[in-house]
């Protein structure tokens, strides 16, 4: 099956009017971009690029997108290397790795400027999820004048799941060093799509609509994560939680917080948003992990914040 396509699980799933093209990047990995105009009808505001966190895809995203095209923003995104239908990286193309998070930075940058800013409308807001929050955080800290807001959902500035991280980073050093990079780190395995574990939303539906999609297409299935992607991952967290990189931050910033975050640390974000004037911290009250894969009430919360912070 070719990368350009979009998935549908049912008939109207999927948001009408997408346009899908692979982006090949200056290493020669293969990724699938998607983006959409503005919904028929509503006042144009701008575009949105959108970045998803670790394990997810475009399809994953068919609410979120359908729900910013209602507010009048058009919307592009794409998977990250490694993940959905974007080229895989090492031959167990469930595990999650990835040489380098500035890898996903240098691919951040490529779409953004192959697929928003020839041709689509100013002015352009970054919205980002988890991993992809890091990778976000990255670019405002690093470049100015791209976006003219952020809004980021559950960044990853700290993990809290599975055991210690100063532990974990340390297995992960040991096992890069021995030149077992593409191992599964401590605590992470393969996925059972026959009783997923489900850590990340309170909403069953959503979280078995994901399910269904890996069901659906095996390529887009992703498991726990590799050494190599814990050390990088790691590194590229010191990198945002630095005080003197977090204040070249001039960008407004939404910084939504779950308040029920067993993945990544609403403690860290919190310090993260005292060192940036730029960043407004909203903690979405009940909210897991995927407060946009959130129950209807959580999920209101986070747009309302959304709906007065890109007013």
């Known amino acids: 099956m070719t990368r ?3 998935l549908s699980l049912v008939d109207g799933d999927r948001p009408e009017g997408g346009e899908v093209r692979v982006l090949t990047a200056m290493d020669g990995i293969e990724l699938r971009a998607a983006r959409w105009a503005a919904g028929a009808g509503t006042p144009a505001k701008g575009t949105v690029l959108l970045f998803h966190g670790y394990s ?7 609410e979120v997108i359908g729900e910013l095209r209602e507010r009048g923003y058009a919307v592009a995104t794409f998977d990250w290397r490694g993940q959905g239908l974007s080229e895989r990286l090492i031959e167990d193309s469930h595990k999650g790795y990835v040489s380098s998070f500035s890898d996903f930075v240098s691919d951040a940058i490529m779409v953004f400027n192959e ?6 409308p100013p002015p352009h807001l970054l919205m980002a999820h988890s991993m992809g929050g890091n990778v976000a955080l990255r670019l405002l800290m690093e470049t100015s004048g791209r976006f003219s807001r952020a809004i980021l959902s559950a960044p990853m500035v700290g993990w809290d799941l599975g055991p210690p991280l100063a532990e974990t ?9 021995a030149g077992l990079g593409d191992m ?5 395995t393969e996925i059972d799509l026959s009783n997923p574990l489900n850590r990340v939303t309170s909403d069953l539906d ?3 609509r994901w399910m269904a999609f890996y069901r659906h297409e095996p390529r887009l299935v992703m498991a726990g994560v590799t050494a190599r992607w814990i050390r990088e991952g790691a590194y590229s967290t010191a990198l945002v939680m630095d005080p003197e990189r977090a204040a070249r931050i001039t960008v407004p910033t939404l910084l939504a917080s779950a308040e029920k975050d067993i993945v990544v640390s609403p403690t860290r974000q919190r310090e993260l948003a005292e060192m940036s004037r730029a960043i ?7 909210s897991m992990h995927e407060m946009l894969m959130e129950t209807d009430k959580i999920r209101a919360c986070f747009w309302d914040h959304f709906d007065r912070f890109a007013a």
């Open 206 to 208: 959503r979280f078995e």
């Open 56 to 62: 997810e895809f475009i399809e994953k995203y068919y």
């Open 169 to 177: 980073c340390l297995a992960a050093d040991q096992a890069v060093a």
């Open 280 to 286: 407004t911290l909203a903690v979405i009250p009940g």
């Open 115 to 120: 697929m928003v800013v020839q041709d689509m």
């Open 184 to 188: 599964y780190a401590p605590g992470a």
């Open 4 to 6: 350009e396509v979009l």
